[in-house]
């Protein structure tokens, strides 16, 4: 119990911080904040091995190396649409997908280094990729200039802006972002309940005769697969017109999960994890370009970081009630069932998006349209005004 807890408040304050990391995002641009998160994250991990009860975990784990984490993991959303942009889909695509390849690999590499080194030789270990994310922070060089860095003066010097600009929630002005970020948080209540309870569904169906360390291989596999066509798919698709990608993602996650109680073989939870793994990816990896689509690159961080944070609730919040579900009823079955309805209701919201993004463009277009008209008007009447008076003048001088 209180090493889930050490886990659980990692992952949440992984996704709590993520509205802080937007604004210094903004403050100090994706350098610095993905090298001194990457610092951070490397200072609480190396610190975790030198903890010899599980109290001080808390701190160093849940806590400094989960902030850690959050800090260099937003600006590499945020950098990637400095470099591309008809091809953003794939890079997500091509970037996410690693985490993948990490969550099919890492498993075993831990079980083989913890049974080789112990515990706290392995977390010594993965300070060097820490180190290397370290590293990696130092080539985030932003393209795009930053508006609220001219507003502030000469460039090297910095001026603290006001708090309006600080915290961005002019973001919540765009209606089709607001309808984004509160439709996704709307869908996850039932979207990981499935990844945190599917073991354990197996053993009480199935008991320790099948493995059950194949589905999370699956799920793995199949959503890095999933990022890489998805995040392709996506360059093809015009403007928000990309949200139907994770209307459909939700579509099918919500259903498979439905699904899953109605497996009473093993290979047809095989297929089921298959095909929410490749949804799953197709999820991920279309956030960052839709994000961009909604608000632009100027506002993209804040808007990426409030919608981290939303999502951190739902995350939190719906696994415990599935398993408070399964501690009543003995079984896992409702729980799945109650999961799949969230996402089918959050797809069902987004799928008014690009309508409404289409609106808010045109009258966007309408608003210039309307004032170069305006100034023709009064051009044309200053034009007119300037040849009423110019005419008796060169009558008189004509007289003269």
């Known amino acids: 119990y209180s ?77 990637l649409g400095h470099y591309f942009k008809k091809r953003l889909g794939l890079v997500n695509g091509i970037v996410t997908a690693g985490s993948s390849l990490f969550t099919v690999s890492l498993p075993f590499l831990l079980r083989v280094l913890i049974d080789s080194v112990g515990l706290y030789n392995t977390l010594r270990v993965l300070c060097i990729l820490t ?23 000469k460039k090297g010097k910095f001026r603290f802006p006001p708090g309006k600009k600080i915290c961005n929630f002019s973001v919540f002005k765009v209606l089709s972002y607001r309808i984004w970020a509160f439709g996704i948080p709307a869908a996850l209540f039932g979207y990981f309940v499935p990844y945190v309870h599917l073991m354990k569904h197996v053993k009480d169906r199935f008991g320790d005769s099948v493995p059950e360390e194949v589905l999370l291989l699956c ?22 017109k990309k949200v139907y990608l994770q209307v459909a993602s939700f579509f099918f996650i919500g259903l498979m999960s439905m699904m899953i109680p109605l497996c009473h073989v093993f290979g047809g939870l095989i297929a089921v994890c298959l095909f929410m793994g490749l949804f799953d990816g197709c999820f991920i990896c279309i956030m960052a370009p839709i994000a961009f689509e909604l608000v632009g690159a100027q506002d993209v961080s804040q808007a990426i970081g409030f ?24 079984t896992y079955d409702v729980a799945f069932y109650l999961a799949g309805v969230p996402p089918l209701i959050g797809g069902a919201i987004l799928c008014f998006i690009p309508w409404v993004h289409e609106r808010q463009k045109l009258k966007e277009r309408s608003k210039p349209v309307d004032g170069e008209t305006t100034e023709k008007m009064l051009e044309n009447e200053s034009t007119l005004v300037l040849h009423a008076t110019e005419k008796p003048v060169k009558e008189m001088e004509s007289g003269f």
């Open 307 to 330: 919608l981290l944070g939303l999502m951190s609730v739902p995350m939190t919040v719906g696994p415990p009630i599935a398993g408070l579900l399964h501690d009543h009823l003995g």
């Open 219 to 240: 799920l793995g596999i199949t959503s890095g697969v999933g990022r890489l066509i998805f995040g392709r798919v996506a360059d093809y698709i015009p403007g928000a």
């Open 131 to 153: 180190f290397v994310l370290f590293l990696a922070g130092f080539t985030y060089k932003p393209l795009i200039s930053n508006a609220k860095d001219k507003e502030g003066g």
């Open 3 to 79: 090493a889930a807890w050490v886990s659980s408040l990692s992952m949440g304050m992984v996704f709590f911080c993520s509205p802080i990391v937007s604004i210094f995002t903004d403050l100090f641009g994706c350098r610095k904040v993905a090298v001194i998160g990457a610092a951070v994250g490397f200072v609480g991990l190396l610190s975790s091995s030198f903890v010899s009860t599980i109290e001080p975990l808390y701190f160093t784990y849940g806590i400094l190396f989960a902030c850690g984490c959050s800090f260099a993991y937003q600006p590499s959303l945020v950098i």
